[in-house]
Nanobody, 115 residues
Framework: QVQLVASGGGLVQPGGSLRLSCAASGSIFSIFAMAWYRQVPGKQRELVAGITTGDSTNYADSVQGRFTISRDSAKNTVYLQMNSLKAEDTAVYYC?????????WGQGTQVTVSS
């Protein structure tokens, strides 16, 4: 069964950058649109950025112009480059298909933006 493993999170100061990676144990990126989601305790999980098999991208208004999603199908990896980070970007970040499939939710990776 395919698993998605998100990594690259950490503690960063406001204005800083992080690059998240999502590695798949199988070749699903060439089949499905993929996306990054995030969740803050007590709130619903929200879509952050998505990318289609044709490399069309879409972003939440709150991250437009600051985040960039990309994919490398040869490496079975999806990336999220996050620049100009803000405190409100603090969350657990997950990758999944778009729309999401329950079987692909993993542990996520924590991103904390704080001085």
């Amino acid at each position: 069964q395919v698993q998605l493993v998100a990594s690259g999170g950490g503690l960063v100061q406001p204005g800083g950058s992080l690059r998240l990676s999502c590695a798949a144990s199988g070749s699903i990126f060439s089949i499905f649109a993929m996306a990054w989601y995030r969740q803050v305790p007590g709130k619903q999980r929200e879509l952050v950025a998505g990318i289609t098999t044709g490399d069309s991208t879409n972003y939440a208004d709150s991250v437009q112009g600051r985040f960039t999603i990309s994919r490398d199908s040869a490496k079975n990896t999806v990336y999220l480059q996050m620049n100009s980070l803000k405190a409100e970007d603090t969350a657990v970040y997950y990758c999944n298909t778009a729309p999401p499939a329950s079987r692909y939710w993993g542990q996520g990776t924590q991103v904390t933006v704080s001085s």
